[in-house]
């Protein structure tokens, strides 16, 4: 259960030292989605790390994978008469340099903005998120969260040490690497069974010819973008 209503600012005196205009926002913003707000996410509001906007956003997760605390941070950036929104950096919590096609931007009065930062946060939760995981010899040796709609990974996992032999090897060889080692599940072959996570699939679709299940065992490695 939530602790508190959507995006609402509990502490008039806080350390956000939110503006009039700011808090105008998040209250319209909070009373724009109470009726349909689900009860398995919160919706919080911050200030961004420069301090130059507001920051209102939600953390959508996993709740059978206890390891994977957050799969994906989802948020707007108010400045002045402006509204941004997109996925956002899992650790900044800034935008993307490149928006994706389904970002909000727009600009109007305050309510005008809460209205369609609201309009856009409801429809992005309810975008679909699925798990693809691949099996080796019975065992999960790698998985990946992504959004069904766009096939955008979210985050993966990958172990070496339950992986077919030479696979590691093979996909270092062709590129599919990232940073110190990263392997990117997107080179590897069609997965082995994928899981409906959350949100409305059928406004996406699965990789082709990947059987659905709703059971699932242990997933190894570490989670990384």
Avoid: N
Wanted: proline content about 7%; some cysteine.
């Amino acid at each position: 259960m939530r602790k508190h209503p959507w995006f609402q600012v509990d502490d008039p005196d806080d350390d956000c030292e939110f503006t009039d205009d700011e808090r105008a926002f998040a209250s319209a913003l909070s009373g724009h989605c109470m009726a349909w707000t689900p009860a398995d996410v919160a919706g919080e509001v911050g200030r961004t790390e420069d301090w130059e906007a507001l920051l209102a956003w939600v953390s959508l997760s996993d709740r059978a994978e206890p390891r994977h605390l957050s799969l994906v941070d989802l948020g707007v950036h108010l400045v002045g008469d402006r509204v941004r929104g997109d996925r956002l950096h899992s650790q900044l919590y800034t935008l993307p340099d490149r928006p994706h096609a389904w970002a909000l931007d727009a600009t109007g009065p305050t309510d005008q903005l809460a209205q369609a930062a609201a309009d856009w946060f409801r429809t992005v939760l309810d975008k679909p998120i699925v798990l693809y995981v691949w099996l080796h010899e019975g065992y999960a040796y790698a998985a990946r969260y992504a959004f069904a709609d766009s096939g955008e990974t979210l985050s993966q996992s990958y172990a070496k040490t339950m992986a077919p032999d030479g696979q590691a090897a093979e996909l270092t060889a062709a590129g599919h690497v990232h940073g110190k080692g990263w392997i990117q599940t997107i080179g590897l072959p069609t997965p082995s069974l994928y899981l409906h996570i959350r949100g409305d699939l059928d406004k996406g679709s699965v990789i082709p010819g990947v059987p659905a299940t709703t059971k699932r065992g242990p997933l190894p490695g570490l989670w990384y973008e």
